[in-house]
């Protein structure tokens, strides 16, 4: 998906170029804008563009001949991943009742100074005081809840977590704050369950805990989001 602000004019005057201001310019729909658009097509598939749907709310083109062009971001998914860092023309070859079939291909790389590069995140965690770290990842760290000192429920918050009815809190770097809690069960396993909801689920283990814990905690977010 692109923001309209992304969107940069097609100024590029190459072998393309004469069929887009002819589709661009046609007052009607007949064949010989139909055989124009099956030339346009045979010329994007030569130079290596590749076709796609797309509707026009993410691609800002909605018209047949439509055109502009896009710097890919380096961590770029989906259709276009194959042209990170490049910029490119993208083309609408059809039209419908809501999606479009688009055809991109790179017109050269993108400007340093226009390069997007996804920032690695800094996650930070919250005072843990006197429990013992017996998980850390680079996200994620689980305490054995030894000590007396208060794990806030989120950050500047009075209410704290339990301590007399866990072992063990996972806390997350994105959020500084906790989002599960385990306690020991026989043959050592765990019973944990997201803060704040009283579902219980078992692990085998920290690591089997706190990944299912963490993607539990991502889909019951997006879940409160939308």
């Given at each position: 998906m692109f923001d309209p602000s992304d969107k940069i004019?097609?100024?590029?005057?190459?072998?393309?170029?004469?069929?887009?201001?002819?589709?661009?310019?046609?007052?009607?729909?007949?064949?010989?804008?139909?055989?124009?658009?099956?030339q346009l097509?045979?010329?994007?598939?030569?130079?290596?563009?590749?076709?796609?749907?797309?509707?026009?709310?993410?691609?800002h083109l909605t018209r047949v001949g439509d055109?502009?062009?896009?710097?890919?971001?380096?961590?770029?998914?989906?259709?276009?991943?194959?042209?990170?860092?490049?910029?490119i023309r993208v083309v609408c070859m059809s039209s419908g009742r809501y999606d479009r079939l688009l055809m991109a291909g790179a017109v050269g790389e993108t400007p340093k100074n226009k390069l997007k590069i996804k920032e690695r995140p800094?996650?930070?965690?919250?005072?843990?005081?006197?429990?013992?770290?017996?998980?850390?990842?680079?996200?994620?760290?689980?305490?054995?809840a030894k000590g007396e000192f208060p794990i806030n429920l989120y950050q500047n918050s009075d209410e704290v977590i339990d301590l007399d009815y866990c072992d063990m809190i996972m806390l997350d770097g994105k959020e500084c704050g906790p989002i599960a809690t385990f306690k020991h069960e026989s043959g050592n396993k765990l019973i944990g369950k997201l803060?704040?909801?009283?579902?219980?689920e078992t692990f085998l283990d920290i690591r089997d805990a706190v990944?299912?814990?963490?993607?539990?905690?991502?889909?019951?977010?997006?879940?409160i989001l939308n």
């Open positions: 004019k097609d100024n590029i005057k190459d072998d393309v170029w004469p069929y887009l201001i002819h589709l661009n310019s046609r007052k009607n729909w007949n064949s010989e804008s139909k055989e124009i658009l099956c097509e045979k010329l994007l598939k030569k130079k290596k563009y590749v076709s796609f749907v797309g509707h026009p709310s993410r691609y055109s502009c062009l896009y710097d890919i971001p380096t961590y770029r998914k989906g259709a276009l991943a194959g042209f990170r860092g490049q910029r800094v996650f930070v965690f919250p005072e843990i005081g006197d429990h013992e770290v017996v998980y850390l990842g680079r996200r994620y760290m689980v305490i054995q803060v704040g909801l009283k579902f219980l990944k299912k814990m963490a993607k539990k905690n991502e889909q019951f977010r997006s879940h």
